[in-house]
């Protein structure tokens, strides 16, 4: 069985047949850093061509699943915005490399999943979530472009009217109302989300694995295609909306705990 490789900012565990992968910035709600964005792509590559897993459970640790991006690193990114280039290339990675993945992914929101952490999250296959959890794309209230998945993902899961909503209006919602609309399976409280999650990967677990995989690749290849149309033109518009004015006082206001005055 190959060894797990080691990250600063992913743990890897192996339980049986079972890879836990878990964003482990948990001081900072794992929100995303440069390391981060660089360590995700390598951590699920190897989750997806692991021989000694047949369900990948992706998690964070602490009280979130992942606060979106560090401010900090929005912050730098926006002085320096040739190093997002780097970032766009690391996002493109990160979706497809989900996309390819054959074993099923299972969610364990265990806390609030924003921006890229709620993208991460819905491109799994299955999502349990604690009913405190909040989820949502909020790109558009730091002057960004939801470019990085949520564009793709979040019609697929409630429809392109809800989809619109929450992407353009850029708001939260709590994980019992997500579940309500169907944009994830389960809203569960904390001490029921374990025993929930760990019932389903062993069903996973105990299922005939080709069949499972085979499955899986099938119902993904619709989301693929329009991935595949989709994703470089988002990265592209993100890519631009990071250079804009509308950007930089975004990340003002939200450092000043203000409303922004977005200038268009």
């Known amino acids: 069985m190959t060894d797990l490789p080691s990250y600063e900012t992913i743990l890897l565990e192996r339980d049986r047949r079972l890879l836990r992968v878990t964003l482990n910035r948990p001081h900072a709600l794992n929100s995303f850093n440069r390391q981060q964005h660089d360590e995700l ?3 699920l590559a190897f989750a997806r061509d692991d021989t000694g897993s047949d369900v990948i459970l992706l998690t964070g640790a602490g009280r ?3 606060a979106g991006g560090d401010l900090a690193h929005i912050e730098n990114n926006a002085e320096n915005p040739h190093l997002f280039d780097h970032e766009i290339e690391m996002a ?3 979706i497809l490399t989900l996309l390819d993945t054959d074993k099923p992914v299972v969610c364990r929101m265990n806390g609030h999943a924003v921006g890229l952490g709620a993208t991460l999250a819905l491109f799994c296959d299955v999502i349990f979530a604690v009913d405190k959890a909040k989820i949502g794309d909020p790109h558009v209230g730091l002057g960004l472009v939801a470019g990085d998945g949520g564009a793709i993902i979040w019609p697929q899961l409630i429809g392109l ?3 619109k909503e929450y992407l353009l209006g850029g708001g939260l919602l709590l994980a019992p109302r997500a579940a ?3 944009l994830i399976n389960h809203a569960l409280p ?3 989300l374990d025993a929930a999650v760990d019932e389903f990967c062993n069903r996973l677990l105990d299922g005939a694995q080709q069949a499972i995989r085979w499955t899986k690749r099938l119902t993904n290849m619709e989301l693929k295609r329009i991935t595949e149309a989709v994703l470089p033109v988002g990265l592209g518009y993100e890519a631009q909306s990071v ?3 509308d950007h930089r006082e975004g990340i003002a206001a939200l450092k000043e705990k203000r409303a922004p005055r977005f200038g268009g």
Do not use: K, L, M, N
């Open 41 to 43: 792509p390598h951590a």
């Open 64 to 66: 979130a699943f992942s």
């Open 92 to 94: 493109r990675v990160i």
């Open 161 to 163: 009217a809800r989809a």
């Open 180 to 182: 309500q609309i169907g």
């Open 190 to 192: 904390a001490d029921e």
């Open 243 to 245: 250079r804009t004015a």
